[in-house]
Structures are given as C-alpha cells and as structure tokens.
C-alpha cells in the first residue's frame, strides 16, 4: 500500500512540473528554426544584414518638424543619416512628401554614393542630383501647409537601389518619384509633421 502510494505521489509531481509554465518541452518532430548565419557553398557562414533604418536628430518618428526647417524659417532641409546600407546598393535616393496634400513633393534627391551614410542639415553631397519639387524650384522647399489647416504630415524615404535611377536634374519631382520607384531595392522611412498657426 505503502509504495502504490508512494508511485502515486510521484505521478502526480511529474504531471505537476510538466505543466508548471516554467519546463521547455521538447519541439514537435519536424520543427526547425531559421538559422541567425548562412553557409555559402564555400563553407563561408554570413550573419543577416540588419534592416535599413532612418532617422534625424531634428525630429522624432511622427513628431514635430522645427520651424527652421519649413517656409516659416531657413527653410533648410533637416540632417538625417541611416548607416550603412545593403549589399549590392549602387546608388541611393531620398524623397520628402506631404501625405495630406496629394503627395507634393517636397524634395528628390538622387545620385547618391552608396558610401554616405548621413546627410547635415542643409547638404546635398558632391555628384548627388536635385529635382525641380512642386514649388517650382530645384532642390529642397520645406513644409508650408496652409494657415489653420491643422497637421500635415511629411514622409521622408530613403531608397537603396540595385541599379541607377537615370534621373536627372531638369526632372519634375514626380516624374523622378516614378522612375526610383521602378528600381528594385529597399527603403526605409520617417515621418514628421508640421503645422501652421491661423
């Protein structure tokens, strides 16, 4: 009686731990996981380059863009930087639109060397290319949204490409939008707003 009791008890502590939350239990035949490294055909192992990111030390994701940066100011555009950038890109490209007001474009800036890795308030690097933006000028015009129309939002993008654009400096910012667009590559991007008192 003694030891029925004895195997009993040690059933019911067994059961107890295999159910407690804190076991790992073994995986499922056949479950696998995706490996952090690669092994080429030459024994070589790569670990995943990590993702395209962008930021700027003027603006948070989805906050305000300074003053400085818009009609009301210098009307300079704002710094931004990104690291370094996937394997294969040969050539990078930055647009800047406004969301709430049919995608006005606002700045393009192509040409860019793969090597750089972050742009000063203001700079468009050697070699680089400006397009002519909505506002009728080449290079960059800040946001301007209409007095007391409330927030308009800003989405910077940042294009990676595997292949050159073609754009040029006499293009319209839209059709120069379009032609990025058609090369293959990865982007990344940030988004600001601004608004204007009445």
């Given at each position: 009686?003694?030891?029925?009791?004895?195997?009993?008890?040690?059933?019911?502590?067994?059961?107890?731990?295999?159910?407690?939350?804190?076991?790992?239990?073994?995986?499922?035949?056949?479950?696998?996981?995706?490996?952090?490294?690669?092994?080429?055909?030459?024994?070589?192992?790569?670990?995943?380059?990590?993702?395209?990111?962008?930021?700027?030390?003027?603006?948070?994701?989805?906050?305000?863009?300074?003053?400085?940066?818009?009609?009301?100011?210098?009307?300079?555009?704002?710094?931004?930087?990104?690291?370094?950038?996937?394997?294969?890109?040969?050539?990078?490209?930055?647009?800047?639109?406004?969301?709430?007001?049919?995608?006005?474009?606002?700045?393009?800036?192509?040409?860019?060397?793969?090597?750089?890795?972050?742009?000063?308030?203001?700079?468009?690097?050697d070699g680089a290319v400006e397009t002519t933006n909505d506002g009728g000028a080449a290079g960059w015009t800040g946001p301007c949204?209409?007095?007391?129309?409330?927030?308009?939002?800003?989405?910077?993008?940042?294009?990676?490409?595997?292949?050159?654009?073609?754009?040029?400096?006499?293009?319209?910012?839209?059709?120069?939008?379009?032609?990025?667009?058609?090369?293959?590559?990865?982007?990344?991007?940030?988004?600001?707003?601004?608004?204007?008192?009445?």
């Open positions: 009686m003694r030891r029925a009791t004895v195997v009993a008890v040690t059933l019911i502590t067994v059961v107890g731990c295999a159910s407690d939350g804190r076991t790992l239990r073994p995986p499922p035949p056949g479950a696998t996981a995706p490996s952090l490294v690669t092994t080429t055909a030459a024994g070589q192992t790569t670990v995943p380059a990590a993702p395209l990111t962008l930021t700027s030390t003027a603006f948070q994701v989805g906050g305000a863009i300074p003053i400085e940066f818009t009609c009301d100011g210098a009307n300079t555009s704002p710094p931004l930087a990104w690291g370094s950038v996937p394997e294969g890109t040969v050539e990078l490209a930055i647009t800047v639109t406004d969301t709430d007001a049919k995608g006005f474009v606002h700045w393009v800036l192509a040409g860019l060397d793969p090597t750089v890795q972050a742009l000063a308030s203001g700079a468009a690097p949204p209409p007095k007391g129309a409330g927030p308009h939002h800003y989405i910077v993008t940042l294009y990676a490409l595997t292949a050159p654009t073609g754009v040029s400096a006499g293009m319209k910012g839209s059709e120069a939008i379009t032609a990025i667009s058609k090369v293959p590559g990865v982007t990344a991007s940030l988004t600001g707003s601004y608004e204007r008192a009445p």
